[in-house]
């Protein structure tokens, strides 16, 4: 039975009241076509001055070129900044007016922005919106507004079960430019949200709602997923410059309102409702903290930053906690690679930070669905010519250079030994691992074809490994890397999918400085010349010359990638 707006604001009301969860209007029934719009406004976060609110304004009249919304305060609650509109208070009467890049507004098209205002007492719910003096949510009859279609459910085990996956168009025509590129141009990758103004699009480029409006068209009347990297953080990656960002290591308040907020505020809308959006969270950060400090030889003084002030945990708890608020959201936490934290010292303690992080800022394990690994990375899905149990020559094949006393050879058996240590971390049982297997072929005429020769336990490794790196520490643009399994759900125990959540052919990082205004610095580990550093054993980095900064196509790569891709292409 549907309930009244009424009735679900006093609820919502006294839930708020009692947790400190968000208020809402609800929207109405967009396919009323009496109802000439429809407010969204939604109380992200709230605390004993101030909140901030993600509103989204959907117009169900004729199209736009401009617009503005208006609200009235019951209480005294005042505007102090916003973002993707332009804000103004007089008394108690609020107008947020489109901003130059959002005024265009079509029929059932949809508008986000947000802000971050003070009150005191309580932080009453507006009663009444008006889109250019047209009152929204309610329908020509003059009831009140409409009740929001019955939720679909609870997520399912495995949103990729079922399901097709989003082929991102931008990606897909860069691919087919290439020769021989048609051979995989089909293929779903992730789309990478790495900085503010990609949810709005960069230099003319698709923005989240492109995405997602081109996803409904792709989905058909199917199942959907559509695949997207939060990569934004405070003081992002602290142990390569390649890939920082444009956010500083104290820039928390940024993070959570300016880029975390908006996209909640999208992937909230009731118009996507029907995709499956999977979020990968933070590639290549909460690790670090486990990796990168202290009196380790590998440690940086960016990362003994990020962990001293936590903002690693708590940009990771924000999002997990925000994004998991809609129903067809399932969150999964970047986990890694077997070359980084399958050692003994790391395993445990990475999955006991992911832990903290997935238990602050009102986040829960619930918000988890589950980790991916290897997205950041190369390592081979599954080494067949030797076992971490094998010994030659008398000795363990963790005492070989190459393995270096890790526990695990291979990703597929790292995730599936990690998932095991997340449960008994506190995670829920049913969470289930993706494996980024986009780099990870190492086919071609380098493969092995069985295992090396017995002398000694380096000659027996080197000589069947498939991972051809010169050190599994290298990361940037490797030479000899192909393309691996091709995206396909339920692969394995305990795996909900293989994936290509990292685009082939977009570049890891510049092989030399490059000016820009992103901010990406460079690193020497993606020098070819470079002749390493701790991380690396003081080994050659392996990549790429003449690469172009990071997430810039790489032809060159993308080329490397098809001929020695495994399976073979």
């Known amino acids: 039975m ?16 009692a947790s400190g969860t968000a208020f809402a209007v609800v929207p109405g029934d967009v396919g009323a076509a009496a109802v000439p719009c ?22 169900n009249g004729a199209a736009k070129s401009s617009w503005a ?76 507004p409409t009740d929001p279609p019955d939720p679909t459910g609870p997520k399912v085990d495995n949103p990729y079960s079922g399901a097709k996956v989003y082929v991102n168009p931008e990606w897909s025509a860069k691919a087919a430019a290439e020769p021989g590129g048609s051979r995989i141009s089909n293929q779903p990758t992730g789309v990478w949200l790495d900085r503010i103004a990609a949810i709005n699009g960069v230099n003319g480029g698709m923005g989240l709602r492109d995405h997602l409006d081109t996803a409904l068209t ?20 602290c142990a390569a410059l390649a890939s920082n960002g444009e956010l500083g290591p104290t820039e928390i308040d940024r993070y959570k309102t300016q880029y975390i907020d908006p996209i909640a505020a999208i992937l909230a809308d009731p118009k996507y409702a029907a995709l499956r959006i999977v979020t990968t969270i933070e590639i290549d950060s909460l690790p670090n903290l486990v990796t990168n400090t202290g009196s380790r030889p590998t440690a940086t003084p960016q990362c003994d930053v990020m962990k001293a002030n936590g903002n690693y945990q708590k940009g990771v708890g924000y999002a997990l906690n925000k994004l998991g608020d809609a129903p067809n959201v399932y969150n999964y936490i970047d986990a890694g690679h077997h070359g980084w934290i399958g050692w003994d010292d790391n395993f445990a303690a990475s999955a006991t930070v992911m832990k903290e992080a997935a238990t602050s800022e009102g986040a829960t394990v619930n918000d988890v669905h589950g980790f991916i690994t290897n997205t950041a990375n190369y390592s081979a899905l599954k080494e067949n010519n030797f076992t971490i149990n094998d010994n030659v020559a008398g000795k363990s094949v963790r005492e070989s250079k190459w393995v270096d ?108 400085f490059i000016e820009n205004d992103e901010g990406k610095g460079f690193d020497r580990m993606c020098d070819p010349t470079y002749t390493g550093n701790p991380r690396n054993g003081n080994n050659l980095s392996g990549a790429l010359p003449n690469s172009p900064l990071s997430g810039h196509w790489f032809s060159a790569q993308f080329q490397e990638l098809m001929k020695n891709a495994y399976p073979a292409l």
Not at 4 to 15: D, E, G
Not at 39 to 49: C, E, F, H, K, L
Not at 87 to 109: D, I, R
């Open 2 to 17: 549907s309930r009244t707006r009424t009735a679900i604001l006093a609820a919502l009301a006294l839930v708020a009241g």
């Open 38 to 59: 429809t407010v969204d406004y939604q109380v992200q976060n709230q605390w004993d001055t101030g909140f901030t609110a993600a509103v989204t304004v959907t117009n």
């Open 69 to 144: 919304l208006k609200w009235s305060y019951a209480g005294n609650q005042k505007v102090t900044s916003g973002w993707n509109a332009k804000l103004s208070q007089s008394g108690t009467a609020v107008t947020a007016a489109n901003e130059s890049y959002n005024g265009t507004l079509a029929t059932g098209g949809s508008a986000s922005f947000g802000f971050q205002g003070t009150y005191s007492g309580t932080n009453a719910i507006p009663a009444t919106f008006t889109l250019d003096g047209v009152t929204c949510n309610v329908d020509d009859g003059g009831g009140g």
């Open 218 to 237: 792709q989905k058909g009347s199917g199942e959907l997923v559509v695949q997207l990297v939060i990569y934004n953080l405070p003081g992002r990656d």
């Open 405 to 512: 006393w890790n526990r695990y050879v291979d990703e597929l058996s790292f995730a599936q030994g990690f998932r095991n240590q997340l449960v008994t971390t506190g995670f829920n049982s049913g969470i289930g691992m993706l494996i980024d297997t986009s780099r990870n072929g190492w086919g071609g005429t380098a493969r092995p074809t069985g295992p090396g020769a017995t002398t000694t336990v380096d000659t027996y490794i080197d000589g069947g490994r498939y991972d051809r790196r010169i050190h599994i520490g290298n990361w940037c643009n490797q030479s000899g890397a192909g393309l691996g399994e091709r995206p396909q759900a339920n692969p394995a125990t305990g795996i909900d999918a293989y994936v290509w959540m990292k685009p082939p052919g977009e570049s890891d990082g510049s092989s030399q």
